[in-house]
C-alpha cells in the first residue's frame, strides 16, 4: 500500500524543483522525496529519518499540539516542554488573581508539588503519517455528482480511521491536501494531565506587548514551561495526585553555541491555515473587503476593551487575554493589506492566470476554472460581509455569544434522554464558571452598543433579522431593555434554572436569546445556505485549479497549504532590509529591552530585578559580547499555530521557540516575500538566561541536555 501510496505522489507531483528563495512549509513523510537533499546542501546534517520515522526514536516525537491552537516541545526525560508564554496564557490567566496575580508577577514551581494543573489543557503526540489517497478515493467515479463524491470520501475516510485505531485510545485524523487532490492520515495519541511549571512575569513574556506584536525588533521573553503527566505505565490518564511525570520517547538537547547570520534553521510544529494559492479575486476580497470591515469594528471593540482596562486592575486581569486575542489579528490583518499591495499580489496573480487560462484553452478539465471561481466570489460577496459583520459585530458580543451556547441544551430539553442531557449540563456548567469569573458587564454593554449600529449601516437590508423597530430607531433602548430583563447576567439565577427543566425552557424565552436565535436565523436561512453551496463550488474549482497548476508547473514542487497538521519548514538566520535605507540586524539583546524600559508605558515596564540582574552583569554562560541575546529571525516559512514550535539547529539542537512574524512580511500567508518574510524567535539562552539569573528556578536546567 505504501508503495503505492509513494508511486502515486510522485507521478502527481513531478520529481521537480523547489518553489523560490525558503518558502514552504512540507509533510515530515516527504521530506525524504522533496526535501533533504535541498536542506543537506544549505546546511543541515540529519537524516529524513531524524525528523520522521516509525521505526526509531526520532525528533518528532518530542514535539506536541499544546491546546488547541499552539505548538510545544518536549526538552527532558520528565515531560517537561516549553511553549510560548502567549500559548500558556489562558492557563496562567485561570491561576491568577489579584492575591497571585501570575500574570503580573509570573510563576515558578520549586518542586514538583507546586506545579498546578489545568483541567482544560491537553497535549497531542503525532504517531505517526499515512498517505491515504488512494483508500479515501476508493470507489469514486468520475461520472460521480460533488455530492455523491462526497459522501463516499467521508465513508472511506470513518472506515480508514476505525481499521487504524481499533480499541486503542489512538485518534486518527484524514485531512485533505492540495484542495483534496491527496488525503494524508494522522495518529494521534492525547495526554491530559498537563501543568504548569513556570512562566516568567508579562513584563518579559510578554514585554511590547500589542505595541510590539508582529513587530520587528523584538524584545519579548514570550515562554511558558509545562510538564506532562501520565499514569504509572506512562499512559494518557486524566489529573490524578497519584501520576507521575512523563516519559517521552525523545527530548530536544538544547544548543547554548550560538548561531550566526546564514546558519541553517529549520522549525518543526503546527502551522495552522495559509492560502498560498487563491486567485487574484480572492486576494482583492482579502485585502480591500475582508480584512478592512473586521478591522473596523475590532478597532471599535478593541478601544472599549482598553479604556476600562487602563482604569481598573482587576478588570486588566479579566480581560488580558481577550483582549490579546483581539488585537492579534486585528494588527495582522493591517499588515497584510500593506504587504500585498506592496508586493503587487494582484497582478501576479494576474500573470499567473492568465498562463493558466494559456495552457487551460483545449483542456475541458481546467479551461473554464478561473472564470468559474471569479463569478463564484463575485457572487459571494455580500455573504462573506454579511458574515464578517455577524462574527465580528453581533458574535463578539460576550453575552450574546453565551446565550448562543445555550441552543444544544434548549433542545435537548424537549426531547433528548436523560444521559445525554446530564453531560450538556455539566459542560455548560464549566462554561458558565469561565464566563461569569472575567465578565464585566458594563464593558459589554458598551461593546454591545458600538458594534449592534456597525452591522445595521454596512450589511444588505436583506440579511436584517425580523426583530423590534427599535433596535433600528433607538438601538440604546433597545440594548438597555434586553440587560434589564435578561437572566445570562445573572449567574445565581443561572444555576437555578439549569435545575430543571422548566427552567431550561425559560432560558429560551429570554430577550438575549431571542435577539441571538434572531440573528441566527438569518444566517440558517438566508446566508448559511447560499454560502455553503458557493464554498462547495469553491473548494470544487480550487481542486481542479491546483491540479491543473501542478500539471502546468511540472518543473517545481509546490507545498500543500498549512492545515494544521505538523509541518516541516526551513531557511536561515537572516536580517533583512524593510525599506530603503534600513538595514535589520538579525538579532536583539538585553541592552534593547533596557533600551526600551519606560516605567510609565505598560508595555515596557521593565520588571526590577531583571534592572538588577543587567546591572550586575550577572549574565554567566549565555553572556556574548557583554550582553545577553533575547530574538532573533530567519526566513523559515511559519504562521499561527507555529506559536512555540522549536526552531532548530542544524544537528537538531534547540536553539529557540518561534513565536511571531516581521511585519514587513505578514501577508506571507498568501504571498511569502524572501525578502521580507521572517519568523520571529525567542533566543533559548534568553529563557535559559531568565529561568537561572531572573526566576531562581536553575533545578528545572539540571533536568535539561544542554550543550555549550
Ligand atoms: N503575534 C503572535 C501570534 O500570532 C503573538 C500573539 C500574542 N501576543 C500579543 N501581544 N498579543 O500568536
Ligand atoms: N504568534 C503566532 C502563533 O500562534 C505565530 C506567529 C505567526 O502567525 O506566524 O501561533
Known sequence: MKKIAIVFTLLFLGLANLSKGDEGMWIPLLIEKFNIQDMQEKGFKLSAEDIYSINQACIMDAIVIFGRGCTGELVSDKGLLLTNHHCGYGAIQRHSSIEHDYLTDGFWAMNQQEELPNPDLKVTFLNSIEDVTSKVLKGVKNNFSEKERQELINENIKTIGEDAVGE??????????????????????????????????????????????WMWPRHTGDFSIFRI????????????????????????????????????????GYPGSTNNYITSDAIKLTKDVR?????????????????????????RIKYASKNAGASNSWKRWKGEIIGLNRLNTVEKK????????????????????????????????????????????????????????????????????EDEFAKEIERLNKT?????????????????????????????????????????????????????????????????????????????????????????????????????????????????Y????????????????????????????????????????????????IEKDNPNIYDYDVPEKLKEVY????????????????????????????SGSPVLDAEGNLIGLNFDRAWDGIMSDMEFDPERSRNVTLDIRYLLFIVDKFAGAGHLLEEMTIIE
Open 168 to 213: 486503542t485510545d489512538l485518534k486518527a485524523s484524514v485531512k485533505p491536501f492540495y484542495y483534496g487532490n491527496q488525503y494524508f492520515m494522522f495518529i494521534y495519541k492525547e495526554y491530559k494531565d498537563v501543568r504548569l511549571v513556570g512562566a516568567p512575569p508579562s513584563a518579559i513574556g510578554k514585554f511590547g506587548g500589542d505595541t510590539d506584536n
Open 546 to 593: 491546483m491540479k491543473g497548476l501542478m500539471k502546468m508547473q511540472k518543473d517545481k514542487v509546490l507545498f500543500p497549504d498549512a492545515n494544521f497538521t505538523m509541518r516541516v519548514s526551513y531557511g536561515k538566520v537572516a536580517g533583512f532590509s524593510p525599506r530603503d535605507g534600513v538595514e535589520y540586524k538579525y538579532y536583539t539583546t538585553l541592552d534593547g529591552v
Open 350 to 417: 494576474l500573470e499567473l492566470e492568465a498562463q493558466f487560462i494559456e495552457w487551460a484553452s483545449k483542456k475541458d478539465e481546467y479551461k473554464d476554472v478561473i472564470s468559474e471561481l471569479s463569478k463564484v466570489y463575485n457572487e459571494g460577496e455580500d455573504y462573506v460581509v454579511a458574515s464578517d459583520y455577524y462574527w465580528e459585530s453581533i458574535k463578539s458580543i460576550e453575552i450574546v455569544r453565551f446565550a448562543s451556547q445555550f441552543d444544544k441544551l434548549i433542545e435537548m430539553a424537549e426531547t433528548e434522554e
Open 615 to 642: 546591572i550586575a552583569k550577572d549574565f554567566g554562560r549565555y553572556e556574548v559580547n557583554g550582553t545577553v541575546p533575547v530574538c532573533f529571525i530567519a526566513t523559515n516559512h511559519t504562521t499561527g499555530g507555529n
Open 432 to 544: 458558565m464558571n469561565s464566563f461569569y469569573k472575567d465578565y464585566v458587564k458594563a464593558i459589554d454593554k458598551d461593546i454591545f452598543n458600538g458594534l449592534l449600529p456597525m452591522y445595521y449601516s454596512n450589511v444588505d437590508k436583506r440579511f436584517y433579522p425580523e426583530i423590534e423597530e427599535t433596535v433600528l430607531n433607538n438601538s440604546e433602548a433597545f440594548i438597555e431593555s434586553l440587560y434589564k430583563s435578561t437572566v445570562f447576567t445573572n449567574q445565581e439565577r443561572m444555576k437555578i434554572l439549569l435545575e430543571t427543566k422548566e427552567g431550561i425552557k425559560e432560558l429560551s424565552d429570554d430577550p438575549i436569546y431571542k435577539f441571538y436565535t434572531a440573528f441566527n436565523k438569518v444566517f440558517v436561512d438566508k446566508v448559511n445556505p447560499i454560502s455553503d453551496s458557493l464554498n462547495r463550488r469553491i473548494q470544487l474549482l480550487y481542486r481542479s
Open 291 to 315: 480584512n478592512p470591515n473586521r478591522i473596523k469594528v475590532r478597532d471599535k471593540r478593541i478601544e472599549i476593551m482598553n479604556s476600562y482596562m487602563d482604569a481598573n486592575d482587576t478588570i
Open 229 to 268: 503527566y501520565a499514569d504509572k505505565d506512562n499512559n494518557p490518564a486524566e489529573y490524578s495526585a497519584d501520576n507521575v511525570p512523563y516519559k517521552p520517547k525523545k527530548f530536544l538537547p538544547i544548543s547554548i553555541k550560538g548561531l550566526n547570520e546564514g546558519d541553517f534553521t529549520w522549525v518543526l
